[in-house]
């Protein structure tokens, strides 16, 4: 019985959510900004998995990063393996 109107409940949400996006989007100013915000958004994600492939070398240098590179100094290579992996990865499908 509760699924039933948690079902309904989200449902419901959804449809609220679409018409008050539909409603906001149809500016051309407001889709502009949340296009630029989505760029910048993915610049930052971008810039941070770069930052993990070579954390000594980044411009970037919160207290993060100096963690992660003091971590790869001792040893560490998660990060590094992880950005190597997906640097591969991505390449191989853009060369095709």
Do not use: H
């Amino acid at each position: 019985m509760k699924k039933k109107y948690l079902y309904s409940a989200a449902g419901a949400a959804g449809v609220i959510g679409a018409t008050v996006a539909g409603y906001f989007l149809k500016d051309k100013e407001n889709r502009d900004r949340v296009k630029q915000k989505v760029k910048n958004y993915q610049n930052s994600i971008r810039t941070t998995f770069e930052d993990a492939g070579v954390p000594d070398q980044s411009e970037n240098q919160d207290l993060a990063q100096l963690e992660n590179a003091k971590m790869v100094s001792e040893g560490s290579q998660f990060g590094v393996q992880y950005y190597t992996q997906n640097k591969e990865a991505n390449t191989s499908e853009y060369q095709q």
